[in-house]
T-cell receptor, first 112, second 113 residues
Framework: QQQVKQSPQSLIVQKGGIPIINCAYE??????FPWYQQFPGKGPALLIA?????SEKKEGRFTISFNKSAKQFSLHIMDSQPGDSATYFC???????????FGEGTQLTVNP | EAQVTQNPRYLITVTGKKLTVTCSQN?????MSWYRQDPGLGLRQIYY???????DKGDVPEGYKVSRKEKRNFPLILESPSPNQTSLYFC????????????FGPGTRLTVT
């Protein structure tokens, strides 16, 4: 049973475009929502994370939008670059002491 | 340099031949975990450990064993590998379980024929 559903599975955009990756969760007890970025041949690395007390968080060109009532959150990449081409995983957990549940992953390609 | 190391990076083996994938971290982290990554399924947790001598099953533990005798090491053991265990494996560590950033190793690509 997948507790965090991620879409799309793959995404291709042109340089400068704004790719959007969406995640939906079922467990209303989740209160920590990180995104991990994985380059080919590397392990995932934390990109940005949000708690449900805010609706949006920005770090550079990366923004998380959070909709608590819809149980959805999304990653937006502004002015995307070829160097952003990677696999992105959303995740969720219930805070301290609980395990992280990952989404299925989105393979993003940004064409020059 | 703070890091998680895994060995080997690549491994091809045959069904039933016991193998061990090592994992080591140098950040004095309490929490360590093993994941497998398969296309379309994301990262699924196999086993985790909250401290020395404390391990527990994740979402897909069947066919795997782990041990945590030292804080820095968390080996993954496949006693009788099968082809459905062909996957990309990642070890990760974090300060504690929960909201703390997880640091991942570089991955081990395992093929079981």
């Amino acid at each position: 049973q997948q507790q965090v559903k991620q879409s799309p599975q793959s995404l291709i955009v042109q340089k400068g475009g704004i790719p959007i990756i969406n995640c939906a969760y079922e467990n209303t007890a989740f209160d920590y929502f990180p995104w991990y970025q994985q380059f080919p041949g590397k392990g995932p690395a934390l990109l940005i994370a949000i708690r449900p007390d805010v609706s949006e968080k920005k770090e550079g060109r990366f923004t998380i939008s959070f909709n608590k009532s819809a149980k959805q959150f999304s990653l937006h990449i502004m002015d995307s670059q070829p160097g952003d081409s990677a696999t992105y995983f959303c995740a969720a957990n219930k805070g301290s002491g609980s395990r992280l549940t990952f989404g299925e992953g989105t393979q993003l390609t940004v064409n020059p | 340099e703070a890091q998680v190391t895994q060995n080997p990076r690549y491994l091809i083996t045959v069904t039933g031949k016991k193998l061990t994938v090592t994992c080591s971290q140098n950040m004095n982290h309490e929490y360590m975990s093993w994941y497998r990554q398969d296309p379309g399924l994301g990262l699924r947790q196999i086993y985790y450990s909250m401290n020395v001598e404390v391990t527990d099953k994740g979402d897909v533990p069947e066919g795997y064993k782990v041990s945590r005798k030292e804080k820095r090491n968390f080996p993954l053991i496949l006693e009788s590998p099968s082809p459905n265990q062909t996957s990309l494996y990642f070890c990760a560590s974090s300060l504690l379980q929960g909201i703390h950033e997880q640091y991942f190793g570089p991955g081990t690509r395992l093929t079981v024929t």
